[in-house]
């Protein structure tokens, strides 16, 4: 059980005693006040009445409100101070000292696992996370970097919370445009180049290529032909296409770490080719396809008002749609899983409805399978030119992080400059990223990503490092048996408070799948930390004092600490 809630319990326990209300429905009630004087709690006195089995008249509830005299029913315990009424609401006072003391022990005995250790384990549950999923030979674009934040911050909640957790990269590996690229590179194609850059050298080929095959029928029918061979399994024709695969793949490794993301399996629409069959056995068998008119084969949704979903065209080639289909058994027979999250933007939700609906139809169960969307990027590009590519914008990142460290007053006097400028810019890219509703598009705007005194990655990296210098400063052993009367200030309590929330704010943004819901509590809990940190002086302090404010310092930063490893962020402990 966690801080707050023990608390809150200890409220409601009396409460529903004299309410017609339930413990749990009062739970359901309590607010967190603005401030401290009143109370720590609030409760609205109509939510109370309107719950009650039969509910009263307006004059009635006024009169109730009068009546009431909360504060002699209630009897204060070792955790309420005091209940009182104020108006239309009723509050009550934590005993503060022991508030800090129950929170700051229990971050002391859960450390890394503060914020989720409440949470009962999810035992033996697979769960299997599509995510990043870009496009061989076509840019990596905004929609890509989205997929790739986000996926790796589901990833990281549901592995805190104990899932077993495969994250795969389903690649855009396969198809026609396969053919082409391999027709373009005999052309243009340069074995150097292709491996010291094989992201932008395939793409200024298949952009040559492509433009070529417009123009001149001749070359798309080359293209068809190589991808027949490749799909008939021509040891030469895969050869060369499994090059351009796998030196992709690397250098997507190398930019995949920068961000600090990972993937258990590399796959992609080249991997489900055995499964095709099975796929459309099981369609079949189950009765969905239809024959369209012009000779392709589609599955009729309109009774889920889902309209129609072709899943064959008319020369017997399989789609995106098929390759989806044919992947979910090819992954219900390797990583049998309890469910599968799809990290794509919404501009894919209609596709992934058709998508699980027909999958269910055409295995007979109701599969845990889920879209997670996320709206655009706006306005993402760099000094280079059109086509934007994830490894400029993370040097353009770079760039402004450095010329920031460069002006900035504190001239750094870090050996490792460059990391941690790498690791700051990587810190602002994520957070600019997951601080609205994924639903949200945003604008994408370096100067606001960067200042390291907004509500930006920046400046939470900042926070940290700043909590870390204090306890280096110190040189104070963190211990959990202090007297926690001391941490009476304002400031102090407050940031219990804010530390004490953490454990919630785990639950909702698990429950949600949004990442805001932490980034926008880790800015909280920072400045918070940062007025404490103002105020209370740690260094050359009563040594009493400083020993119970550093193990509030350390909290904060722990609490801290686990909501970036949530974000998939490594904290910088020197800046
Ligand atoms: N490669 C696709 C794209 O760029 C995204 C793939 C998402 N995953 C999936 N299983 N469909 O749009």
Redesign the pocket.
Known sequence: MTALLRFKQSIAKQLSKQTECSAHELLTFMRATKSRKDGHISISLPKLNTSLATPVAAEQLDACRQDTNWECQFVPDEYIQQASQKGSSLYFKFDEANFVKHVLQQVYQDKEAYGWSHIAKAKDKTVLI?YS???IAKPFHAG?LRSTIIGSFTKRIHEALGYHVIGIN?L?DWGKQYGLLAVGFEKYGDQAKLRSDPIHHLYQVYVKINAEAKLDNEIDKQANDYFKKMEQGDPDALKQWKQFRDLSIQSYAAIYKRLNVHFDVYSGESQVNPYIAQAHALLSSSRLLERTEDGALAVDLEKYNLGTAVVQRADGTSLYITR?LA?ILMRREKYPFQKAI?V?GSE?AGYFKQLFQISNLMTHTNQDLQHVGFGRIKGMSTRKGTAVFLQDILDTAKDKIVQYMKQSEEKSQLSDMDTVADQLAMSAILIQDMKSKRSKDYEFSWDRMTDARGDTGVFLQYAHARACGIERKSGITIDPHCDFSILKEKEAVQLAQSIAQFPDIVESAFATLEPCTIVNYLFKLSHATSAASATLRVKGTDPDVAKARMLLFWSARATLRNGLHLLGIKPIEHM
């Open positions: 599509d999923s870009p496009n890509h389903y855009g989806d992947s799809y794509v894919q």
